[in-house]
């Protein structure tokens, strides 16, 4: 089992940045790709970033050049820093992280933490 917490979600206006941090602990040792998925209000959840664990980071065209994904594989932490920030960046955030164990692969998700960027 892997757990995960995310924190640094907050109010910023449009402009503005925030840093997102996520925490894993349980068997981490099992955790391949590390990711943060973030959900508006009416609308699915969708990718923000992901990273592998050589720190190889995809990100979609809507987020590609404001936020940057990091990684400390060393303290089982992913990081978001989240720049340029518009409006419609507001959701809420949640940390992922897909285990690889001999049984298969299980996606783990955070509770979550809640980004508003006013205009």
């Known amino acids: 089992q892997v757990q995960l917490v995310e924190s640094g979600g907050g109010l910023v206006q449009a402009g503005g940045s925030l840093r997102l941090s996520c925490a894993a602990s349980g068997t981490v040792f099992s955790i391949d790709v590390m990711g943060w998925y973030r959900q508006a209000p009416g609308k699915q959840r969708e990718l923000v970033a992901i990273?592998?664990?050589?720190?190889?980071?995809k990100y979609p065209d809507s987020v590609k050049g404001r936020f940057t994904i990091s990684r400390d594989n060393a303290k089982n932490t992913v990081d978001l820093q989240m720049d340029s920030l518009k409006p419609e960046d507001t959701a809420v955030y949640y940390c992922?992280?897909?285990?690889?164990?001999?049984?298969?692969?299980?996606?783990?998700w955070g509770k979550g933490t809640l980004v508003t960027v006013s205009s």
């Open positions: 992922n992280a897909l285990s690889r164990a001999p049984g298969g692969a299980m996606d783990y």
């Open positions: 990273i592998s664990v050589g720190g190889s980071a």
